[in-house]
């Protein structure tokens, strides 16, 4: 008796976890309840659709072709900032896209490192820009930057990771480093940080609790950003975060929960074993961050740089996480991927 008791009670405890830590379901894009479509999409092989957006010089007449993965809580709307002289003197043509969930593309509850490479792989196949592209993948984008060079090397032309992610608990990290790094962080993300890693299924419901102190990662609180990246914000707040109102439209699950669930969950590979797809130096792989960054830690990209001697590593001595909106910044990075030019040390210093 006791134990059917016992069994009834835990039943409608893991009933009521389960309601209570259970995402709302996304509004799609395109469905009645759901945001209007209002970008070009293409169809996914699993019926996802995938929104993008082409700048830059036509496609038919560019000769560098770059595919750019935007970071967290951004979209497709985020552009390098580089002049149309140089643009078209290099003849580039740029096509970002709305990673999963976010913007006008659908969600992928099965979204995974992984899924990223393929989602750019069809997308470049559809799109038809060749066997070979660029890839630039900026901050939590950068998991996908990172996907590509496991999964779809052969395919790669060139890429630069900028501010790339470091997920924590990538096997190869020394765990004190980790440690050192994550506790330099206010306690708040520490606790979203692992949450996202150790109970993913709970962090919606984590999200949702009013009682908890809130999260400077979320309210964008002056305690993650450099002096330099206030001195951005001022400067050009509405550059760091165009179409805004539409980033998360189909709901915060799909794309920024899980953005975190999968770029700080168990990875299917750890990039610091990884070897270049360029062993003839027939292209060349990149990573830019700054010293100063708050929000991913030079401490451990310093440690990966290290361990990986064949990306060429850039560290911006004053740089925060947003330099890449200064115009300097995104043409030297266009230029050290494309040609291979080393960037002025006036910058770096
Ligand atoms: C981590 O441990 C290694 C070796 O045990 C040590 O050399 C290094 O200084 C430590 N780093 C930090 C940040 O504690
Ligand atoms: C591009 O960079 C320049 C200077 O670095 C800045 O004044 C301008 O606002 C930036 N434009 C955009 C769209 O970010």
Request: glycine content about 6%.
């Amino acid at each position: 008796m006791l134990t059917e008791i016992a069994a009834v009670v835990l039943v409608g405890l893991l009933g009521w976890t389960y309601q209570a830590t259970r995402p709302p379901p996304p509004k799609i894009c395109g469905s009645p309840e759901g945001p209007p479509v209002t970008s070009p999409r293409i169809r996914l092989s699993d019926g996802r659709h995938l929104a993008y957006r082409e700048s830059g010089v036509p496609k038919d007449e560019a000769k560098y072709r770059i595919i750019v993965t935007h970071g967290f809580d951004n979209s497709k709307e985020f552009s390098l900032n580089a002049s149309q002289e140089l643009i078209e003197e290099l003849r580039i043509y740029f096509v970002s896209f709305d990673r999963a969930g976010y913007g006008d593309s659908d969600p992928n509850p099965r979204r995974s490192v992984k899924s990223e490479a393929f989602d750019i792989q069809e997308l470049a196949d559809q799109l038809d820009i060749g066997s070979k592209f660029y890839v630039i993948a900026v901050s939590m984008g950068a998991y996908a930057g990172w996907s590509c060079l496991k999964y779809i090397p052969h395919r790669l032309a060139g890429a630069s990771l900028i501010v790339p992610v470091v997920n924590y608990w990538w096997p190869s990290l020394p765990a004190n480093l980790s440690r050192t790094a994550l506790r330099e962080k206010a306690v708040p993300d520490q606790w979203i940080f692992r949450i996202a890693h150790y109970a993913p299924r709970l962090l919606y419901w984590w999200r949702s609790q009013k009682w908890l102190p809130p999260a400077p990662m979320f309210e964008g609180h002056p305690v993650i950003f450099s002096r330099k990246d206030k001195e951005i914000l001022t400067k050009m707040p509405d550059a760091l975060r165009p179409g805004q109102d539409k980033v998360t439209q189909q709901g915060v699950f799909e794309s920024l929960h899980r953005d975190l669930m999968v770029g700080f969950g168990h990875w299917s590979f750890d990039p610091l074993d990884l070897s270049s797809p360029f062993p003839e130096s027939e292209g060349s792989v990149q990573i830019w961050q700054g010293y100063e960054d708050r929000m991913v830690p030079s401490l451990l990209q310093r440690y990966v740089a290290d361990r990986l001697p064949w990306i060429k590593y850039y560290e911006v001595h004053d740089g925060g996480h947003f330099f890449i909106y200064e115009r300097s910044f995104s043409e030297a990075v266009l230029r050290a991927l494309l040609l291979g030019e080393e960037p002025p040390s006036t910058l770096l210093d």
